[in-house]
C-alpha cells in the first residue's frame, strides 16, 4: 500500500551560521510555530512565511527542509493545485520561493 506523509514546518534560516545551513523550525502543530509564524510575518510586513514543507513517500524523504522557501502560500498554491486536479502522473512545477537550487522543481513522476 501506497503511503504519503505530508507535514508543514514554519521556520527560517540561521544567518549567523553560515557557512552551515541551519534552519530553527517548528512543525505547525507545535505551540512555538504560531509565535514563530506571527515574527517572521511582522518582519516581512505580512508578505512572506518562511517554512518548508516536508513530503514522504513509501517512506522516501521526496523534499524537505532542504527546500526551505520563503513563500509557505506559493508551494501550498502548487501543491494544492496537484491534489484538487487529482494527479494523472504529469508533472507539474513547485515552487520554492528564494530558494535558488530548488527554485522551481517538477512533482515527481508517482502515483498518488
Request: proline share 4%; with cysteine; hydrophobic share 40%.
Amino acid at each position: 500500500m501506497d503511503t504519503l506523509k505530508i507535514e508543514t514546518f514554519i521556520g527560517e534560516e540561521n544567518l549567523n551560521a553560515f557557512p552551515d545551513l541551519v534552519i530553527e523550525s517548528y512543525p505547525i502543530s507545535n505551540p512555538l510555530a504560531i509565535e514563530k509564524a506571527q515574527k517572521i510575518l511582522e518582519e516581512n510586513e505580512g508578505d512572506y512565511l518562511c517554512g518548508f514543507v516536508s513530503l514522504i513517500y513509501n517512506g522516501v524523504m521526496i523534499f524537505g527542509e532542504e527546500q526551505i522557501t520563503e513563500s509557505l502560500l506559493d508551494t501550498w498554491w502548487d501543491l494544492i493545485y496537484i491534489f484538487n486536479s487529482h494527479y494523472d502522473g504529469s508533472r507539474h512545477r513547485i515552487v520554492f520561493l528564494d530558494n535558488h537550487p530548488y527554485k522551481k522543481i517538477s512533482w515527481p513522476k508517482f502515483k498518488i
